[in-house]
């Protein structure tokens, strides 16, 4: 579904992205791994267009997304979950489900996703006129992922949803990655949470240094090795 | 007594013009964290548009407000242009640095274009002054005022009820989620921008249609009016930008009355002065820090 090819994403000089490639399989849940500066929410926001990448492409069923703004990206079906979650903290909840879809026209159906949203995620409708910036980590995840899926994907990415999460609600996340996945989303995500990502992933990736160094599925590699390579990276391990 | 109440009243007329001015401020600043200093010289060449329209052509205050209130757009959207969509998230100091110099270059061309010193701007009324008790009210100070209420409301429902405001208040709450929703921040940007120096054309008409004539000056002055209204209202609060204004008219007023003219500038300076020591979020503003721990930007 998603074809990411050679890609180059620099800050100035540094590339963050030393020519990355890799596949993303309609349907299914595609897990990145890595250790920290690896390059893994570089990837993500460069596939997301908000940054531009130097060289190589990011192929959507055959279009081409690289060089496309953001907002076009978006409607091309692909939405990003971003790390840290990056809810508008001083809209409501349901304000924030609305800026969701603020590329779809069908207010009918906004209004039933909505709805849907607030069936799936209960603390949302419980909270539904609460400012966002007052709800609990937990909350606002369920809320970035919520929004995120009002602009009706095909692609979801996400960026370490369980990031700072206290373990029952990390859990929490991965039942509903589960279940989304169930429901059809393609789902793309970078943990650094190895141990619960290799139990919904049905492929996985391992990047160091701004390039993919592993591809295979879960049980290809011992969990221990993988997940000695995505905290620490090769070359610490080695040496 | 009259007096006081007389003073009280001219206050508040011409401080509505001041919050007027510091609407558009405090919009590009809630939006773009960013301090335009290029937003009165913006104005003033709407003004310069506005007077030549009036005296080669004759054109009456209707048609030079319109004239105005595009001009001052336009060239608020060449310098949202030129400062600001260039600069990167973060980079505020470069690009008010750079509103600066385009404020230099504003003028300069204004000084150019038309070299003496003042022209005239047509009045917006001629009528007599509504006698009220013994107090007096001017027309155009009342049109002034029904203007700055009614701006204020339209802005307020047009942030809060509109799909444009969410888009701007999403921007505001963090402009990289905003990319990700796919609102396209850039054109979003341009029109808050272009909205604000209209607001702007607006209370610079009013000012100068009062003054009946314009000079290269007038730009820093509707900045300087515009910065200290704000900031004496509260950073990026719609409201706190018209109680500001009128608060600096009341006080301003009030001076020139019990001390003279020359004190009631610094007046102006004196009031922003204490309010940045005793309660430096302004009157309806947060204080700085003390707003809800929002997310990290990347």
């Known amino acids: 579904m998603l074809d990411v090819t050679d890609l180059v994403t620099a800050y100035g000089k540094i590339e963050a992205l030393k020519g990355v490639s890799l596949q993303v399989e309609g349907g299914k849940i595609t897990c990145l791994l890595g250790p920290n500066g690896a390059g893994k929410t570089t990837l993500m926001m460069t596939i997301a267009g908000v940054l531009q990448p130097r060289r190589g492409s990011i192929r959507l069923k055959g279009a081409e997304l690289a060089g496309l703004s953001p907002a076009r990206i978006v409607s091309q079906g692909v939405a990003l979950v971003p790390e840290n979650r990056l809810v508008f903290p001083h809209m409501s909840v349901y304000e924030n489900l609305l800026a969701g879809a603020y590329q779809r026209h069908d207010k009918a159906g906004v209004n039933a996703d909505i709805e849907r949203m607030y069936a799936r995620f209960p603390q949302l409708h419980e909270r539904s006129e609460q400012m966002a910036g007052t709800l609990s980590g937990g909350e606002q995840q369920m809320l970035a992922v919520a929004r995120a899926l009002m602009s009706q994907p095909r692609l979801l990415l996400m960026d370490e949803p369980s990031l700072g999460l206290a373990p029952l609600i990390v859990a929490e996340i991965f039942n509903i990655i589960a279940e989304l996945n169930r429901d059809g989303t393609t789902i793309f995500l970078v943990e650094q949470n190895a141990h619960m990502a290799l139990q919904v992933a049905h492929q996985f990736f391992l990047m160091e240094q701004g390039r993919i160094t592993f591809k295979g599925t879960p049980g290809q590699l011992a969990e221990d090795e993988v997940i000695q390579r995505a905290y620490l990276g090769t070359r610490r391990a080695a040496g | ?298």
């Not at chain 2, 048609?63 to 260039?86: K, Q, S």
């Not at chain 2, 002034?144 to 809060?160: K, V």
Request: hydrophobic content about 55%; charged content about 10%; some cysteine.
């Open chain 2, 1 to 298: 007594m009259i007096d006081l109440v007389q003073n009280t009243i001219d206050g508040v007329m011409i401080g509505s013009s001041y919050g007027l001015l510091a609407l558009g401020f405090t919009l590009i600043f809630g939006v773009m964290r960013r301090l335009n200093l290029s937003y009165g010289p913006s104005i003033m060449i709407g003004g310069y548009v506005g007077t030549v329209l009036y005296v080669q052509y004759g054109a009456g205050p209707l048609a030079v407000a319109g004239t105005m209130i595009l001009g001052a757009a336009i060239a608020g959207i060449y310098v949202e242009r030129l400062c600001f969509a260039p600069m990167r998230m973060g980079a505020g100091i470069a690009s008010m640095v750079s509103s600066f110099a385009i404020w230099m270059q504003l003028e300069q061309a204004a000084i150019l274009v038309l070299p003496r010193h003042t022209y005239p701007f047509p009045p917006l009324t001629t009528g007599a002054p509504l006698e009220w008790g013994p107090f007096l009210l001017r027309l155009d100070h009342l049109i002034m005022l029904g203007c700055a209420l009614g701006l204020t409301a339209a802005i307020q429902f047009a942030l809060y009820r509109t799909r444009f405001g969410l888009a701007l208040r999403a921007i505001i709450g963090n402009p990289v989620a905003a990319h990700l929703v796919g609102i396209n921040v850039s054109v979003a940007v341009m029109l808050a921008f272009a909205a604000a120096s209209a607001i702007g054309g607006v209370a610079g008409f009013l000012v100068l249609s009062v003054d009946q004539q314009v000079t290269p000056m007038f730009g820093m002055w509707a900045t300087l009016k515009g910065l200290i209204a704000m900031m004496i209202g509260g950073l990026g609060s719609i409201p706190g930008a018209i109680l500001g204004g009128l608060l600096l008219g009341v006080v301003e007023a009030h001076c020139q009355w019990y001390f003279g003219p020359q004190i009631r500038d610094l007046a102006a300076y004196i009031v922003l002065f204490v309010f940045l020591l005793v309660h430096p979020g302004g009157l309806l503003g947060r204080a700085p820090g003390s707003d809800i721990a929002a997310p990290r930007t990347p």
